[in-house]
């Protein structure tokens, strides 16, 4: 299967600081692939990158053919990388329903409305009128996907969804990304909570200290306690 986002040897920088050394993978069209590695690893510096918030030093970001090299996020954004940050950043004055609308990238089409994010977000459609900033941190995350699903990305890139959700919220979490991986939702996914990545993800790639260490598919590496041990402190 064709990749349609392909990382190639990007080096990032934070200052003189050198951050990211040749990253290079490829995610595949309708796959969920997860990126693992310890708190400050590089993972949250390498989703930065591909939606180009800080521009690589070298290398190059190929998402659906084209390079996107010089490219604002926003146009990223609108040809379709579609990212859910770490914070969330939703709008807590505004209502969800309008945090979703505005989450809508004109002229992109497919299959994401109102109507259909709430069948897969309930509790959205329940608290559609409620400020965005009431919501727990659960709701507020539900929110953030469900906000970038609006823009009918053809790849979601979700920066650590699990972080500080309560293990009831990590299960519904994982129950949304398995209908989304169903639907043929093309995942990017940063995670550090290991359970919940076996559950959902095709393949994994395993960051430390900015370089590319491991990568295999999830039952090779549901398998190998050594990596495990070595990169994750499982």
Known sequence: MS????????NSYYGKSHILFDVSFDVRKGE????????????????????????????RVIFN?????GL????????????????????????????????TTTGKKGIWNLDLV???????????????????GGEQQMLTIARTLMGNPDV?????PSEGLSPVMVNTLKDLVLKL?????????????IKFAMAVSDCVV???????????????FKGDDVIKRQYLAV
């Open 156 to 160: 979601l890139l979700l920066d650590e």
């Open 72 to 103: 604002k996020p926003y146009r990223i954004a609108r040809l379709g990388l579609g990212l859910v940050p770490e914070d969330r950043k939703i709008f807590g004055p505004l209502t969800v329903k309008e945090n979703l609308i505005l989450g």
């Open 3 to 10: 990749a349609v986002l392909t990382v190639e040897k990007i």
């Open 206 to 220: 395993i960051i430390d200290k900015g370089h590319i260490r491991y990568e295999s598919d999830i039952e090779t």
């Open 181 to 193: 991986k169903e639907a043929g939702t093309t995942i990017l996914l940063s995670e550090q909570n």
């Open 65 to 69: 053919g084209r390079d996107m090299g």
């Open 118 to 136: 709430y069948e897969y977000f309930p509790v959205l459609r329940e608290f559609q009128n409620r400020a965005g900033g009431t919501l727990s």
């Open 32 to 59: 969920t692939l997860c990126l693992m590695g310890r708190n400050g690893a590089g993972k949250t510096t390498t989703f930065k990158t591909l939606v180009m918030v800080m521009h690589p030093k070298s290398g």
